[in-house]
Every structure is written in C-alpha cells, then in structure tokens.
C-alpha cells in the first residue's frame, strides 16, 4: 500500500451530475486541482446536511473515478448507497449545489511493480475504487479478472465502462437475482487457480473482507483491501476509526484506518477482534 | 490597537483560540490544512505514562448535535511522546500545551517530573477525567479529595512556576466546589468542560452501540453546560483562568465562553467537522471583538458578569 | 398477541409513552389535536403548594438539538388545580400521574396529603429537582439526604400502596447512589431524567439570555445522558420501574431508553416542535417492538444489559 | 380581544408563492380549510429546518392574509423577514415545498359592534396582520388610517392592494427614507386628534407596543395590540411566552401570549416589567 496521501485540501465541491443507478446515486463533483492528486483507494470526507444540520461529522466515501483535464479542471466522482441521514442528504443532492469535500484521503492500492495477475472483489458499493484501480493496472499491463458481489442485483454497481475494462467479470448475489447465486466468496477460490491470480485488492463489508483474507492466506497470495471503519473525522485527528493490525514486527497496533488505511495488506488485519483489544496488543491491558 | 492575546497563570498566548486535547492528533495532521502557529495554542492528546491500546471500537456514535467517543487514552505513553511528537511540535513556533492523564496519583506525579524540563511548554493541562484504579475506577475528578490528589502531585513535580490547568468532569454535583479544590491544591487555571458521559443504544443490535459502552458526549449540544460550567466557576473563582471548551464551532459560539469567563478557548469536535475550525473561529472571533468595541480579549473575559 | 401495556410500580398503563411533565400544559390544550386517552398517561405540570408566578421572561433559548427553559414551576397551586384541572381530566379516559414540587419537605408532606384521595390518579411523580429554601436553595435532587428526606416525606403521608415515582436530577455525581436512596426512602419508581442545568449568552445584549440566567437544557441533545443514566440505574436497581425522558423525538429514541432499562417514556420538548408528537412516537414504537419480535413491552425493557 | 381560536390545526402546507418584497419575503401557502377559521390578529407556527435539523422550535408568523375559496381550497400568507436560522430557512423555501403548519393560532383583534374610528399602526413586519383586519373593519363601515413605521424604507411593509383598503396612510423611517423620519410615536397623538380615533391597533416589537400604550393612555383611547414573546411551542403546553397583564380583577398574572396572546389590551399588559416579575404578581415571591 502506498502512504497516506498529504495533499489533501478542504473545497466546495460543485455538483455537476447526480444519476441513479440501481439502488445507488452516481454523483459526479467538480474539484478543481482535487482531482489531480487522486490515487486508487483514496477517498473523500464530505460534509453532510447542510447549514443549521444536527449532523456534526462528516461521511467517507470511496473515489469511484477522478478525472484531471489540466487547468484546474478536474472531477471526482462516487458512488453512494442513500442509507441513513448523511448519505440520503448527499444522495438528495441537486446538480448546481456544492459539497464541502476533504481529499484525496488516505493510502491507496499498491500497484505491482511487474505485470500481475490481479482479482479485483468489490461488495456493494463496494466495487467502486475498484474501477479506477483496474485502468491503472490494465495501463501496467496486468491481467483484471474483477468479482461483485450483493445482496441482490439492483445493488450491483458495475458500469459499462467499468466492465470493459476488466478481462472477465463474475457477478454473485444472495438472492441470486443476478449472476452467481450465493456470495464472492463461494466463486473465489477457483477463479484464482482459473487464472493463476497473483494477487487480490477488494473492498467492501468487514465480513467480506475477512473471509477474503482467510483465502488468500489459503492460496499463500497477497491480498490489499480497503476497509470501512467508523470514521469521525477522516483526517486522523480523533482516532475513532482504528482497528487492530499486525506490523512487520510481529505487533499488534490499533492504527487509524483514515491515515494507516483504508487500504491495508488483509493478513494483517485482526480481523478476529470485534469489539475487543486482541490480547498482545501494544499498549493492550 | 486590538490586544488579541491572552494568559493562562503565568503563560501568555497570542490569541485565546487553541485546539482541544485528543481533538488534533499530534499536530502533525491538522498542520496539512493551516500553519499551526496561526493558533494560540495545541493542547496534546492526554498522555499517560505507559503506551496505551484504548479501547476497542466502535469508539464514536454520533448524536444530535454532538457525538460520544471511547477513545479510552490511545497512545505511546510519555516517553516515546517525548522523543517524537514534541521535537516536531518545538519546530512549528506554536505554543505547546501538554496534557497528562494518570490511572494513581503517583502516575502524575512521575508525568510531571517529566515533563518539568521540557522547553518550549507553555503549560501543562491535567486531565483528571481519568479513572483512578486505586479507587474502584472512580474517576479523579468527580470527588474533592482525588481531583485534589492528583493536583498536588503535579504541583510538587513540576515545580512553582510551571502553569498548571486542571481539567474538570463536568459530571459533579458541584463543580465550582471542585474547582476550588484544586485551586488551593496548587492549579493556575482550569480546563472546563470534559465530555459529558452518555450512552447510544444501537437499535438494531440492541445493545450499547459502542464496545466500551459509555462514552464522553462532545459537540455543540453541550455548550449550555459549557457555558454554565464556566459561568459558575468564574463567579466562584474570578482571579483564576479559565480555558473553557465545549461545543464551539464559530466565533459567536467562542465569545459566549469569554463572556462568560473564559481567557482561552479549546476547539475539539467542530475541527472533525472541518478541519480549518480552530483558525476559521479564531478569525470570527477577531472580528466579533472588534466589532464590539473591545480593546483587548481580556476586557471581554467574563464580561457577562458585569452588574447592571 | 403483541402486549403493548407496561407498569410503574403497581399502577398499569395501556401503553408505555406519556407525556413529560411540564410540556403537555393541563392537557386540555394538547386534547385539541388528540384524544389524551391514546397515551399510556398524561403527567401534569409539577404543582406547588401556593400560586406560584414563576420566572421572569425570557423564559427559554433555543439551543443546537435542544431548548433551554427556566419557566421556574408557574401554577396555580395545589388547590385550584385540584379543583379545575383534575376534574377535567378525569373526564378524558387517561391515566394521570401528578407531578408535585416542593420548596420543603414539609411542602412535599402537606402535596402528598392532598393527592392521596384523589381518585383517577395512576401515580405520582414526585419532582425533587427543586430548590430546597431551607438548605441555601440547594436542590433536593443533588444530595442523597434531602432527596431521601423528601421521599419519605411523600411516602408517610401518601399512604403504603400508592406509587410514588421520585423524578431525579442528572447533575449529580453518582445517581445511581441517589436513586437508591430515594428507593430505600419509599420510592416505587424513578423518573429519569430531569433537565441539566445549562446557560446560553445572549452575544448581542452580552448577558445570560435567560432573565434566571441559567435553565434547564431538554431535547435531543440531552438523549445519550438520559440514556446512560436509565442503563446505570437500571443496572444497579434492576427491579425498581423506570420512566424515561430525555430528548425522544421518535420511536426508535423511545426504545432505546426502554432498551436500556425505562418501562415507560415521557414525551416533552418534541411535543413543541410537534403536538402530535406523543402519539406518533407510541405507533412507531408499537410497530417497532412488533416487528422485532417483542411479545410485549415488558420483554424489552432492559434488553441491552443482557449477556452475550 | 377574542379568545384563542381552538380550531388549530397541524399540516403540511405547499408553497404556492414566495416573492421577495424589500426586506421581506412574501410566501403563500395551500393550507386546505385551515384558511375557513383565520381571524385577524392569528397566527401560524412552521417547523423550521427541514429534516435532520439542530432547531427543534417552532416559530410563530403573523398570519398576512387567508383566503377560502370554499372546497378545501385555502390559502394562507405570510410576510417574512429573514433574520436568523429559522425565518432564513422558511424564506429561501421554493415554490412546490412543504412546511409544517400549526394554525390558526392565538387571539385575535376584535371588531367594535358599531362602526368606529381606528388607528392601525404597525412596526417593521408587524404591519403583516393589519391589512386583513382593516378589510375586516372597512366591511363594518368603519374609518381606518393607517401607520407604518421601520428603520428604513426597504422594511415598511404596504403592499398595493393592502394601501388600497385604509383611508390614510402615514409612513414613518428612523434614518428618513421614506415618509416621516422619526418613529410610529412621533405622528400617532397628531393622527389620533385629526382622525378622532376611537380605538388603536397595533403590530410591532414590544418597545414600540409600549410606547403605544402610554400614548392611548393618555388620550383615553383602547388599545389592543399584538405582542411578540419568544414561544417555545404556540400551543400554550410550555409556560415560555408569558408576560405579565393585569386582569379584570385587578391582579396582575403571567399570561401565555400564545393563548391568551398575542393579541392583548394594551394597558393591561405590564411593559415596564422586563426580565422581572412586577411586584405583587399573583404567585409571585
Ligand atoms: C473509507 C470509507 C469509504 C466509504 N465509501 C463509501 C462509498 O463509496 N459509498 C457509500 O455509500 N458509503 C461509503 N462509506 C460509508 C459512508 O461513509 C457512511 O458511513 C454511510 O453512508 C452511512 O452514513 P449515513 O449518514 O447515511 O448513516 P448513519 O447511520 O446515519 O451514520 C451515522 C454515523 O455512523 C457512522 N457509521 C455507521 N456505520 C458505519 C460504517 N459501517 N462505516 C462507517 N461509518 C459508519 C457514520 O460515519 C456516521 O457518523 C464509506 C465509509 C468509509 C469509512
Ligand atoms: C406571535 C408572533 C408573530 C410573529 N410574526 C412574525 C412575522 O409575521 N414575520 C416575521 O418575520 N417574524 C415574525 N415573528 C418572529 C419569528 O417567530 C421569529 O422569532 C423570527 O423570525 C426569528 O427567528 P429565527 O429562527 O430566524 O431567529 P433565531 O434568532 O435563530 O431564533 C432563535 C430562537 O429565539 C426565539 N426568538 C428570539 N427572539 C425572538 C423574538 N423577538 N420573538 C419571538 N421569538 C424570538 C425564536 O423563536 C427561536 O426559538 C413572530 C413571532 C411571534 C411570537
Ligand atoms: C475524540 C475525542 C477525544 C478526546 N480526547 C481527550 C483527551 O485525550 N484528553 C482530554 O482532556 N480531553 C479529551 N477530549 C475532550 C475534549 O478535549 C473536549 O474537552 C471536549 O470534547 C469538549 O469540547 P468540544 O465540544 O469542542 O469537542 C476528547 C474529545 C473527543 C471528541
Ligand atoms: C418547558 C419545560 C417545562 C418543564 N417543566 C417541568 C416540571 O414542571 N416538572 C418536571 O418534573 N419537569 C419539567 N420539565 C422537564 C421535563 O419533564 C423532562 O424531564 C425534560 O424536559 C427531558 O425530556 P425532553 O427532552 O423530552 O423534554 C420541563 C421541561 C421543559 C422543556
Ligand atoms: S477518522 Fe479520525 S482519526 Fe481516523
Ligand atoms: S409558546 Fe408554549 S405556552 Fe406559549
């Protein structure tokens, strides 16, 4: 995984196009030179309900594609499922307003030196840094075999262009009203032997992540994914949105998931923890 | 000319905005979006003597018009604290105020001594909010007789010059009674108000929805209390000074603190609203003083006090 | 079938949310929007001994996700109420609970003579966040002895089986130790949470807003206070009823304070924003409860202490 | 004064127009029959902040002028002036938005039985319920003059229809730029002995209001007049907007504005007491 990335700035973002798309809201922003700095993995802070709101904190979401024309033109664009207040603010949005946006934010995929051959696993919404990573590997010369997974189909975020991009794309859902019934992880152990994969990024629910990493460590392959914790501040001042992770020393850390992640190599991941401290933790009692 | 600058004991600040303690990480991050030496001061994270895990997460649950968090002290405890984060923090021409927080009074004792020597420290902010595991976790400074403990310990560490700020629990029957407390236990100044405890159930897993329970409640929906909490104190204390906190987000909402008794004013959660809060507040509050016809910050400090 | 009633102490109610006191008025003016019958219970405006003026206006402030008030318990006294409110409400159907305010214990003593022989009455609630004119003003509330003190005093005049819920009073250090008290003193349930003590500064006029200066913060803003103290108490005092108030605005507000220990919730600031607000809070939270599979609202009380 | 109109109702109310007219945003509401049982001198209490707000308070607009087509079809104006959090919000509503409306609220001004002589004076946005009364009071064949008075000209308040319907119209500004420069007091005793006025109603902030009273007071003239306390809740459960007026009896109580209000006999009402109750005040200490 690639550092944090420090360039990020505090804007009012413009909205210039706000499309459903399944159960999702397609929402495009003009960010002027926001756009330039963006890494695959990066995501954004955005304010939420406006002037006068009880919502004091601001809400992540995942870049779902930047694009920098140069000139101070540049547009970031996300992908969001209208779930509770902040996100069914944002995704009420019409074009012509503006969002005060952070970003870029945190650390971003790592890419592999060499050509590889990567699966991409994205869920839910999930799915949507996955696409900008997948152009920047197919410009690297890797083979992208992509996997989505949802609860149903309408909640299957993969665009047209998205899909063109990768060399295959396997759809599962739990209703199976879309592809695959059942869930990524049922159809990920034979696609890596399939095609040979190398390595995986994916992102998406906790639990999902977890029982990805769980296969990767079965197939001895390395696995970056970028996880979705609790965030208050995004900017790595509150440390709210830690979670324990392994270092190269063998120690377990909580480290912020806003500035150590989201995107994080999955084997070092606690993922066992949930709501406790694992014992050995540094600092642990 | 305005005088926009302020004291706290002996220590002289160029203006009353600073950050809140476990409100701006080490400084490092918050310095991506502004110089932090616009600021009056950084308050520190609470620093214990030993690194620190915290608690497990979910650590935050946001309310109306606030949030709880159950940071539980994450840290690296005071040494490595020491040889990182302040080396840094010394190059950045900012006032440093450094806040520590102990689990036995013999903790703040040895945080003091530690501390002592460092340059650069415009003053030390005592966390007192702190369970005391000599006491059945009671927290310090919810009783007369631990907040003043924790208070001489520090003060007999650190030396009779040094600034010393206790930062009070608003959760008391009587905070201006604590307030004294600590006063006569060798405090020059006080930091009011800490989160207010409070608890989010989760209705769907029906549970408490963060791991450590309970959790400290921050934000505006707690300025009254601020306010109050600052307003008693002032009138029982009017010679000590306050750094008051709690639920400031622009600069009208700083000038309710001053007036009220406050020489300086922390902002914690309105900066993971935005992280340019401390100087956007910083300049409001500028203009709002002028505007009013103040000479100085220190003619507004507690000016709602005033008789008729 | 789905159980929706609850009870406090021994008196029973069809369903669990009533209004809070002080914020329904008589009732007479609510009952203009909806029959009272459809609440568990009206809770009447605390009544004091003597014609009471109240407080000087302004009388409230509006605060981030909250109110404050200082309406300093106007009313007619105990007599005139008993002779034109009562009767009134005896007509509508409903369960009352009178809320009585005293100034002394003796004044708690001479209410609770007074109410005992009134017929329709489903409780009462007794407010001892008062100040107490015999002990420098100081709250009853805030002190174990004089809330004790108070309780007992209610207790031997009201007679043995008539349930007395004692409204406690969130600025206190440790109210789980007061409610224990006020439970060994006679009380059959406890009413949490009173306001907490809050002030605003007017920024124009540079003074209190309030003309008491400081008054009682309310709303959706004091929800995880309110919620907290239900779990700490609950969890100290598992067998003794619980009437939750605090900042419930919906039903989902309303089970997290049942979720946390309350058997029945009062309604108070949402009513001002919405006078409906009691009744759409009881169907969301019937509907709620149903579709988690509650056979009945006793089930759900508490539910978030039990084991994993 | 008549007593409060109990036929309140709350409501979803579209906005069928919102026009800015100098400092003051003229908005129309379809309110259905509510607009059947508006009197003069009512008013309305609209939910303020939409969804998700950190304003928990209702806040109480002077009813303009109602209009009932009959049919469920009514219509209820309001004249507001963008001041802080909550009037702003209401102003910058657009046309086809809803907001909850409590109304008809209040007392309102009561008509003489014989045809008389009155004196409609109204400060800033307080001229709003006048020109419904005076189309009421014109009807029963009486004379009405009117008088506004404001800072400044962009804050009188006198749309054309409504300077159609008074007999005499004297405007009043402090820094002179329009009418009369002074305040409403400075040109009421002249008006009063000109006209022969039988009875003064007024609109405006308290101060003024005051300073009505002892002028009315010492013509011998009756006065009633529309007080603005700050109310928490506009349906009298709240004890918030009192103030305090003396009563048949002699004895002075604290009245709830919004009940017994906000219309109110102008010497009855005890101006002088500010942030005290006066002494001798039924249940005072
Ligand atoms: C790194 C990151 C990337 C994300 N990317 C996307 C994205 O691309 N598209 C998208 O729709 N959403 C994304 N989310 C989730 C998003 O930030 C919000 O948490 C979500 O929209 C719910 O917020 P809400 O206000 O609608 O709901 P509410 O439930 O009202 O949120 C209440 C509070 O709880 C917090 N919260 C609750 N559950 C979670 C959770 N599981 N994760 C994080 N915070 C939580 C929220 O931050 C908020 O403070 C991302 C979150 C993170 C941390
Ligand atoms: C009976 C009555 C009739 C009114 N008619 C009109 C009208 O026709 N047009 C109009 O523009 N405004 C009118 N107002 C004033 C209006 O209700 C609001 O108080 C005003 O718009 C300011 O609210 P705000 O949210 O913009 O300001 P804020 O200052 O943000 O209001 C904050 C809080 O203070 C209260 N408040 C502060 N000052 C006052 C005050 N002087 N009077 C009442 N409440 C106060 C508000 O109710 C609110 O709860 C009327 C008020 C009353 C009581
Ligand atoms: C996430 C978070 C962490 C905090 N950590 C500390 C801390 O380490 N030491 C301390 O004294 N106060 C701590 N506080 C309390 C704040 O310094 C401040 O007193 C309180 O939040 C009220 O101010 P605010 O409303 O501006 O946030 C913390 C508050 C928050 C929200
Ligand atoms: C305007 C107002 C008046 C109140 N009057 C009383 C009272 O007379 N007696 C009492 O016990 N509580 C009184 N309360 C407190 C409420 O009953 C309730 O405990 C508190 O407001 C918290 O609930 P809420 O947030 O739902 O309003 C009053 C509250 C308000 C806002
Ligand atoms: S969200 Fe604040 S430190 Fe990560
Ligand atoms: S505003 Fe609530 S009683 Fe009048």
Not at chain 1, 8 to 16: F, K, L, M, N, P
Not at chain 1, 131 to 156: H, N, P, Q, W, Y
Not at chain 1, 203 to 208: A, D, L, T, V, W
Not at chain 2, 223 to 242: D, E
Request: glycine letters at 12%; one cysteine or more; proline letters at 5%.
């Amino acid at each position: 995984m690639h550092k944090i990335n420090n360039l990020a700035t505090v804007i009012d973002a413009e909205i210039t196009s706000n499309r459903k798309v399944g159960a999702y809201h397609h929402i495009a922003f003009s960010v002027g030179n926001m756009a330039a700095h963006v890494r695959p993995g990066n995501f954004v802070a955005l304010s939420v309900g406006g002037p006068g709101a009880s919502t004091v904190l601001r809400r992540a979401f995942a870049i779902y594609r930047s694009t920098h024309l140069g000139n101070n033109q540049g547009q970031i664009e996300l992908v969001i499922a209208p779930h509770g207040q902040g996100s069914s603010w944002v995704a009420s949005r019409a074009v012509g307003e503006k969002v005060s946006m952070i970003g870029p934010l945190g650390t971003s995929f790592g890419i592999p030196s060499e050509p590889a051959r990567a699966l991409l696993v994205g869920g839910g919404y999930g799915s949507a840094p996955l696409f900008g990573l997948s152009e920047v590997l197919k410009s690297r010369g890797c083979r992208v075999d992509m996997v989505l997974g949802a609860s149903t189909a309408m909640k299957i975020y993969a665009p047209l262009e998205g899909k063109r991009s990768v060399n295959s794309l396997t759809v599962t859902t739990e209703d199976g009203s879309a592809g695959t019934q059942g869930r990524v992880s049922d159809v990920i152990p034979a696609l890596i032997d399939e095609n040979a994969i190398d390595v995986i990024y994916s992102c998406g629910p906790m639990g999902m992540l977890e029982a990805i990493t769980e296969i990767a460590r079965t197939k001895g392959i390395v696995h970056q994914c970028a996880v979705e914790e609790s965030m208050a501040c995004g900017i790595g001042v509150c440390m709210t949105c830690v979670l324990p992770v392994k270092g190269d020393d063998g120690v377990v850390r909580m480290l912020r998931s806003c500035i150590d992640g989201p995107v994080m190599d999955g084997e070092s991941v606690q993922w066992q923890a949930k709501r406790t401290i694992p014992e050995g933790t540094w600092g642990g009692i | 000319m305005f005088d926009f600058s302020t004291t706290l004991g002996s220590s002289r600040f160029d203006n009353p905005i600073l950050t809140a303690s476990g409100c701006a990480g080490s400084g490092k991050e918050l310095s991506q979006f502004f110089p932090l030496a616009s600021l009056g001061g950084i308050v520190t994270k609470s620093i214990m003597l030993k690194p620190r895990s915290g608690r497990a997460t979910p650590r935050m649950a946001e309310t109306p018009s606030g949030m709880l968090n159950s940071i539980g002290l994450q840290g690296p405890g005071i040494d490595l604290f020491l040889e990182n984060d302040i080396p840094w923090l010394q190059t950045q021409g900012v006032r440093i105020v450094i806040s520590i927080a102990g689990e036995t009074v013999e903790d703040y004792a040895v945080l003091a001594r530690k501390v002592r020597g460092v340059s650069g420290v415009a003053a030390l902010e005592v966390n007192i909010s702190c369970p005391n595991v000599e006491n059945r976790g009671q927290v310090f400074a919810c009783h007369p007789e631990t907040a003043r403990a924790a208070i001489e310990a520090v003060r007999r560490n650190v030396g009779g010059d040094f600034p010393i700020i206790a930062k009070l629990s608003p959760d008391v029957t009587d905070i201006a009674g604590i307030a004294t407390e600590v006063v006569s236990a060798g405090a020059d100044g006080l930091a009011l108000i800490n989160t207010v405890l409070g608890m989010v159930i989760d209705t769907s897993t029906m549970r408490p929805k963060l791991a450590g329970k309970t959790g400290g409640l921050s934000g505006p929906a707690i300025r009254p209390v601020a306010v109050r909490a600052i307003y008693q104190v002032h009138q029982a204390l009017p010679h000590v000074s306050i750094l008051g906190m709690g639920g400031v987000s622009n600069g009208q909402d700083a000038l309710q603190l001053i007036l009220a008794g406050a020489s300086a004013v922390s902002v914690g959660t309105a900066t993971f609203g935005n992280p340019l809060a401390a100087v956007t507040i910083k300049s409001e509050l500028e203009a709002i003083l002028i505007n009013k016809g103040f000479n100085s910050t220190a003619e507004a400090v507690g000016y709602a006090h005033r008789a008729d």
